[in-house]
């Protein structure tokens, strides 16, 4: 499990996404992504250090982005996988 400081940013669990990506991460340290553009789907595990995530899937693959940064103003996380950067933010799920 991961640890937190009293400086690191409150994560909300939940839903996060867009019309084409949306990362869900549940209470349980599990999650769930979904990349329409490419064609990503992974399940595994999160945890969170400080203001960073880190998810953990049993088999790697390539196009996940497996480090995401608390966005320290609004509930939202970003990546970046290659040249692309993806910014998420708390959606209804």
């Given at each position: ?13 939940g839903a996060y996404g867009?019309?084409?990506v949306k990362l869900t ?69």
């Amino acid at each position: 499990m991961g640890f937190t400081s009293d400086d690191a940013p409150e994560l909300a669990l939940g839903a996060y996404g867009t019309d084409s990506v949306k990362l869900t991460l549940n209470k349980d340290q599990s999650f769930t992504y979904f990349h329409n553009g490419n064609d990503t789907k992974a399940e595994g595990t999160w945890i969170q250090d400080e203001n960073r995530i880190e998810l953990t899937t049993e088999n790697e693959i390539d196009k996940l982005p497996t480090r995401w940064k608390i966005d320290e103003d609004e509930p939202c996380i970003k990546a970046r996988q290659a040249a692309e950067f993806i910014r998420l933010c708390q959606c209804e799920e």
